[in-house]
């Protein structure tokens, strides 16, 4: 099945940057899917198609992290990216175990936020599809 209009899950409790970061990528051919919190957003993943998962750390009844950890037990290939406004060593060395794709610092360039999802689309679906020349 060709993978046309991959869909991304933001999870984050700040409605301005759910909606920034739609801004973002749904010109770039993702439908976009919000979530204010990691239950809800683990609601979504069991009744949506997610391809992508991007999820903030600090949230409000279960962290980015938390949240990654309970996904894993049912979805483990979907690639997740997480969030976090107040990046450590310990914070990425956890999300590593948790089996994250990768953990953003924030504030984040627009440029490394599109950078790290085209990445693992391409890793994780193989998309967009590499045309043969």
């Known amino acids: 099945m060709k993978l046309e209009h991959p869909s991304l899950l ?3 409790d700040d409605a301005a940057m759910r909606q920034t970061l739609c801004g973002l990528f ?11 919190n990691g239950e809800e957003a683990l609601e ?3 009744r949506e198609r997610i391809h992508l998962l991007l999820l903030d750390m600090h949230m409000p009844r279960l ?4 949240t990654i950890r309970r996904v894993r037990q049912r ?4 690639p997740c990216i ?3 406004a107040a990046l450590s060593d310990a914070l990425a060395e956890e999300a590593r175990r948790a089996d994250a794709f990768s953990v953003l ?8 936020i599109t950078s790290l999802v085209s990445r693992a689309m391409r890793q994780t679906y193989d998309w967009p599809p590499t045309v043969a020349r």
Request: aromatic letters at 6%; charged letters at 30%.
């Open 10 to 12: 933001i999870t984050d």
């Open 26 to 36: 749904e010109p770039r051919g993702f439908r976009t899917l919000t979530a204010g």
């Open 44 to 46: 979504i993943v069991e």
């Open 63 to 66: 962290t980015g992290l938390e």
């Open 75 to 78: 979805h483990n290939r979907l």
């Open 82 to 84: 997480l969030l976090s």
């Open 105 to 112: 610092a924030k504030p984040f360039r627009s440029a490394d």
